[in-house]
Every structure is written in structure tokens, then in C-alpha cells.
């Protein structure tokens, strides 16, 4: 059986985070991770964006409730969705400079609920920030109890992010979906790399989907990993069902683009908007035009039509093709790569 320091620290059954997936509501994944034994995690960035945009309405969140309601209901919704199997759960709110007053009200509704209930103390443990400096929020984080972890993509980041007082650092390569830094520093190098350079536990992202992966993160010193896109091809999903099925028809695994996004370079996966975003940009377009052709893609996938919409997604959706159960993924993966520690690298060792 695998053991690590992410299982003792958060009293789960296996070493796997599902990621932090705004602008998509990931609540119902959540609550099917924390009941199969990972860390479930509630995505805030979509809660955040009506408030962002003057009241207009995006994705399927309704710009009359706050970022801080939105939070609040998801956070009851997965309590109520793990009550039975006790599941650990926790939120993720990037805290970019764009999302500053948003993210605050996001984390700070987290800690007033979680405050407030006992249930939620012992279960909603973790309160991960991204994309951003943590450091203005780790303060009210702490005074809660919950732990803090952040999402780094080089070493320099995650001294940053430990030496504001960060309990783990999530290191994220440049392979992962969704934001990606300007620097491109891929998982291989980061992980052992950020493995050197604090002393707090490293979870490792960006590439992941398969038993392999995991045991070649514990081997590079991670105390686990946390997976995207590869949870969004799961049956208990809140993703669009096409979503779902584009990241699984994706074969190649060359098929991802890196272009704009709202808090910096995003990595999607290849469709006539995401690639005509990269070129806008590459033809100088003006930056405001980039913006909202973005937006407007973004939105697109409630339409329906694969070419018009900008799905976020990781490299690793061209190494997968199929619909577990959120169970059926994570009892695979850490089977895997049990089997690869325990059998077959032995071997190697004459
Ligand atoms: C659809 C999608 C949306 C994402 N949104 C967020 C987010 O809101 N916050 C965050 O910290 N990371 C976000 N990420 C990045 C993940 O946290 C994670 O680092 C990345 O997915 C890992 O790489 P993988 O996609 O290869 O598993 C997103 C990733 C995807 C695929």
C-alpha cells in the first residue's frame, strides 16, 4: 500500500488532489473525489467572474448571487454530497492581482462557513490559492485552521509561497491545463527541482493520468499529485458531456495550445478558437480585441460547437480515451503505480 505525507496530513486513502478547475464548476467532481478517498476540490475562479464583468452572466453561475454565495452553496452542497463517507474536501481561489477584492470574498466566505460548523472543520481542511502571490491571505487562512496550499510553477515561486507560510506547495509544469506561467519549466525538471528547494511537502502536477505518473512523481520526492484534465473525462464530472468527450477524442498529444488568458498564458486544447486566439496574437492584435474573443470563446462551449469554443486542457488529454467513474480512475492509478514500485522497478535492480 502507498503511504505518504499527504494521506497523514489530510487523513485520505489516496496521494491524488483532483485540481482546482475554474472557470467550470468542479463542486459535484468534489464531492465524488472526497468520496472515493482523494482530495476533492470546489473551483472558485467562475464564482468570481459575474462580479468581475459588472453583473453580466457567465458560464452557468447567475450574476445575482455574490462569488461569496456561490462559495457558500458549493461548500454546503459537497458537505451534505460526503456526509456518508466522510470525505475531505477543500476549495481553490486564484489570487491574482485582476482578482484581487474577488478572491478575498471567495476565501473569506470559505472561512466564515467553515468556521461556523464542526462538521466543516473537520472535513474541509485545505484552502489552496494560485495563480498569485498568497502572501495577503495567509494570514486570515491560518487564524482559520485550514490548511494552506499553493500552486507554484518554478522553485523561485514556491520558496515564495513557503516562506509566506504555505503548508505545501503544489508544483504544476508547463504540460498542465489551464494557466501556465510565462516560463515554461516542464514537470520532469520542476518537481525535483521544487523537491530541493523547500522543506515543505510537494504535490506534483502537470501531466498526470496514470499510475505511471503517479509513481514517477513519488520518485522525483512529491508526496503526491494532483490531476486536471484528466478528471475532467469522468462520469461524476460537471463538465459539458462534448467537453468531456473532445478532451477524449484528442489523440495526439501535441493537440494543446498555449495562448492568452485572463491571468496570464493559458494551455488549451486545440480547436479553431483556440487557435485563432494564438494567432490574433501573434498577428498584434490589440489586447482588449484578444480579450474578448477569449471571453467569447470561453462562454462558447454552452453553445455547443467544438470549433467555437476555447476548452482549457493539458497535454495528457492525448494519452486517454475513456469514461471512468471517478472511483473506477483513482483506485486505477494508485493500483498502477503500486504495481510499478512494488513489481516491476524491483526488477531493474540486478
Ligand atoms: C480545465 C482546467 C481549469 C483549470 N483551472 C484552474 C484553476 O482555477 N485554479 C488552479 O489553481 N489551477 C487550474 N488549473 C490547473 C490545475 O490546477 C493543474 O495544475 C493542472 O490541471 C495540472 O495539469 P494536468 O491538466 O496535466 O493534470 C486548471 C486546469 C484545467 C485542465
Given at each position: 500500500m502507498i503511504k505518504t505525507k499527504l494521506m497523514d496530513m489530510?487523513?485520505?486513502?489516496?496521494?491524488i488532489i483532483q485540481a482546482g478547475m475554474g472557470?467550470?464548476?468542479t463542486t459535484k467532481l468534489a464531492a465524488a473525489v472526497a468520496n472515493a478517498g482523494g482530495l476533492g476540490i470546489i473551483s472558485g475562479v467562475g464564482m468570481g467572474v459575474c462580479k468581475l464583468l459588472g453583473g453580466q452572466k457567465f458560464m452557468?453561475?447567475?450574476?445575482?448571487?455574490s462569488p461569496g454565495q456561490n462559495m457558500r452553496e458549493a461548500i454546503q452542497y459537497v458537505k451534505e454530497a460526503t456526509q456518508k463517507s466522510g470525505g475531505i474536501f477543500g476549495i481553490n481561489v486564484p489570487v491574482a492581482v485582476e482578482f484581487r477584492g474577488v478572491s478575498e470574498e471567495l476565501i473569506q466566505a470559505a472561512i466564515e462557513e467553515r468556521e461556523k460548523d464542526s462538521e466543516l472543520v473537520k472535513r474541509m481542511k485545505v484552502i489552496i490559492t494560485s495563480a498569485g502571490n498568497p502572501e495577503p491571505h495567509v494570514e486570515s487562512i491560518k487564524e482559520s485552521g485550514a490548511l494552506h496550499f499553493h500552486v507554484c510553477p518554478s522553485p523561485y515561486h514556491a520558496k515564495k509561497a513557503e516562506k509566506a507560510g504555505a503548508d505545501l506547495v503544489i508544483a504544476s509544469g508547463h504540460?498542465?491545463?489551464?494557466h501556465v506561467a510565462h516560463d515554461p519549466v516542464h514537470s520532469m525538471v520542476l518537481i525535483p527541482e521544487v523537491v530541493k528547494t523547500v522543506k515543505v511537502p510537494v504535490v506534483a502536477a502537470g501531466g498526470i493520468c496514470d499510475g505511471a505518473g503517479l509513481a514517477a512523481a513519488l520518485a522525483l520526492g512529491a508526496v503526491g499529485v494532483q490531476m486536471g484534465t484528466r478528471f475532467?473525462?469522468?462520469?461524476?464530472?460537471?463538465?459539458?458531456d462534448y467537453y468531456k468527450q473532445y478532451t477524449m477524442n484528442?489523440?495526439?498529444?501535441?493537440d494543446t495550445i498555449v495562448a492568452r488568458g485572463v491571468f496570464g498564458k493559458i494551455r488549451y486544447l486545440k480547436t479553431d478558437a483556440t487557435v485563432e486566439l494564438f494567432e490574433m496574437e501573434k498577428r498584434g492584435h490589440p489586447d482588449v480585441e484578444v480579450a474578448n474573443f477569449e471571453l467569447k470563446s470561453i462562454q462558447?462551449?454552452?453553445?455547443?460547437?467544438p470549433k467555437k469554443a476555447a476548452f482549457f486542457g493539458g497535454?495528457?488529454?492525448?494519452r486517454f480515451s475513456d469514461l471512468p467513474t471517478v472511483e473506477e480512475l483513482m483506485d486505477r492509478v494508485v493500483n498502477e503505480a503500486e504495481e510499478i514500485i512494488r513489481d516491476k522497478l524491483p526488477k531493474l535492480v540486478v
Open positions: 489530510l487523513g485520505i486513502k489516496y496521494p472557470p467550470y464548476s452557468d453561475y447567475d450574476p445575482k448571487k504540460e498542465g491545463g489551464g475532467i473525462a469522468t462520469k461524476e464530472s460537471d463538465f459539458l484528442i489523440r495526439d498529444v501535441r462558447a462551449i454552452h453553445f455547443g460547437d497535454e495528457v488529454a492525448g
